[in-house]
């Protein structure tokens, strides 16, 4: 089988985040279980045009700028018909904020892939006038998209494609896997508290709110600390966001280091006590089993996706209320509860295994092979 997956970045895009490592993930097992694949998506910044990953075939459309994911939609459909019409059994059609609107000309059998439904993200990340016409537009969409099968990766997802008017039937949750093997033995936590916010710095993701939890936490636990890593995608909300340390006079407990390799990254996971999770919504969690694997629970805003990957009172804390109050309360009271941290520390290990690859792949393989 010919598989054309249509997508707004790619694995090596500069701001390519956890859908892209699903992507990739999925596209890899596909391969190795004989298919081929093509991913379409937009050009970057010194990328190639033309490149294959672990056997899959990228070709980049556009010009090479960070900002030409706002013509992709176009060129892949300019794309399909010179290329992929005719010579394709399978186009996925993966869906972020927007979809390449596929039912309106490919005529080969569709797959929608969606991480999450952008919904009230659009109000966090755009001004008003834009976040309206998003609204619209994806309210509008789903309507074009009632006979397609979707891919999804949480349930919250689910219920919102339901809302959207998608009927369940067509609706298939796949679970991601976990990106790194189980470490061989327990980690050495750091001697003071210290917590860990781990996500790309943009204002869906809600550092703010994180940096206000710790501003209360450390005046209970005088010597914690907490670092501040991923990518940047926003350096204004960035900035804002080490000055708002500075104010509040803790910018000397906070380590901001922005971007880390897989290496350290899973260095500082396992040397932390906590993950926090501030995000307004999110498609899945994927840092917080990574973050359960090296035997640190997380405490989480109860949105979309995270009530999913973290297991409430087993392998992590949901907050009551998702605001920094309540995060903090949650925080100094699992801290200061040796015994119940402890045997978290091991639930942590128990539900993150519970997540592969493996299983993953099977299943996608199966949708697309029989559905």
Known sequence: MHIAIFNWRDIKNPKSGGAEIVTQKHARGWVKAGHRVTLVCPAFRDCKWEETIDRVQYVRLGIRTNFNYLFIYFLAFIYYHQFLKGKVDLVIDEIHGLPFFTPLYVREKKLAFICEVAGEIWDKMFPKPLAFVGRQIENYYFSLYKKIKFLTISQSTKRDLIQGGIIAENI?????????????????????????????????????????????????????????????????????????????????????????????????????????HTSVKEGWGINVLEANLCQTPAVSYNVEGLRETVKDSYSGLLCIENNPSELAKEVIGLLQDKKKYS?????????????????????????????
């Open 172 to 276: 298939t949750v796949i679970y991601p896997g976990v990106n790194i093997n189980t470490p061989k033995k327990s980690p050495a936590k750091e001697k003071n508290s210290t917590l860990i916010w781990l996500n790309r710095i943009n204002k869906m993701k809600n550092l703010k709110d994180a940096i206000l939890a710790f501003n209360i936490i450390q005046e209970s636990m005088k010597n914690s600390r907490f670092i501040v890593a991923g990518k940047v995608d926003d350096r204004g909300y960035y900035k804002e966001c080490q000055n708002l340390a500075e104010n509040l006079g803790i910018k000397n407990k906070i380590r901001f280091l922005g971007f880390v390799d897989e290496q350290e990254k899973m260095n500082l996971l396992s040397q932390v006590h906590l993950l926090l």
């Open 343 to 371: 045997k978290m520390q091991e639930n942590c290990l128990r539900w993150a295994r519970k997540f592969t690859w493996e299983k993953a792949i099977k299943e996608s393989l199966r949708l697309m092979e029989n559905g």
